[in-house]
């Protein structure tokens, strides 16, 4: 990554905005180093992995192949501008409460890490052991059925 990336919730990654096309990412960030498909109850999504980066991008077949979950690990991109991996949890809470995100739905996974969902926003807050770890951002919604493409 030659530059620090800004992700900005609903919206996208630099200049990778949530809806554009596979064949747009490549353009832009070329071939990725690994790329797998899941299928979870008939959505197939395919997850495109640059590993230099340390950033996922995925597409879902219900939404017409469009981006959309961006997974983020890497420390040189910050969301929302002030958060990053690498912060102590307290830090980053303090910084989301200065955002004024919704309290967030908060899921305890194995061996005490957790995960903070701001579902409005639409990003998810990876803790392990106190230390901000990844996100996981995706658009956010108009209604119960309709995304709210960026572009």
């Not at 192949?65 to 997974?71: E, N, P």
Request: net charge negative; aromatic share 12%.
């Amino acid at each position: 990554m030659q530059d620090t990336w800004n992700a900005i919730p609903g919206k996208g990654i630099g200049s990778i905005f949530f809806g554009i096309s596979k064949k747009r990412l490549v353009e832009l960030l070329d071939e990725p180093d690994a790329l797998d498909t899941t299928n979870e109850e008939g959505d197939i999504c395919e997850h495109y992995y640059y590993d230099d980066l340390d950033v996922a991008f995925t597409f879902s077949s219900t939404e017409d192949d469009r981006l959309l979950v961006i997974t983020i690990g890497n420390p040189e991109c910050f969301v929302a501008k002030v958060l990053q991996t690498g912060m102590e949890m307290e830090d980053a809470l303090a910084e989301i409460e200065k955002l004024k995100w919704e309290t967030p739905d908060i899921e305890e996974i194995e061996n005490d890490d957790l995960i903070f969902s701001y579902g409005d926003i639409g990003v998810d807050v990876w803790f392990e052991d106190g230390v901000l770890t990844g996100f996981q951002l995706s658009p956010q919604w108009k209604d119960d059925d309709t995304i709210a493409w960026p572009i």
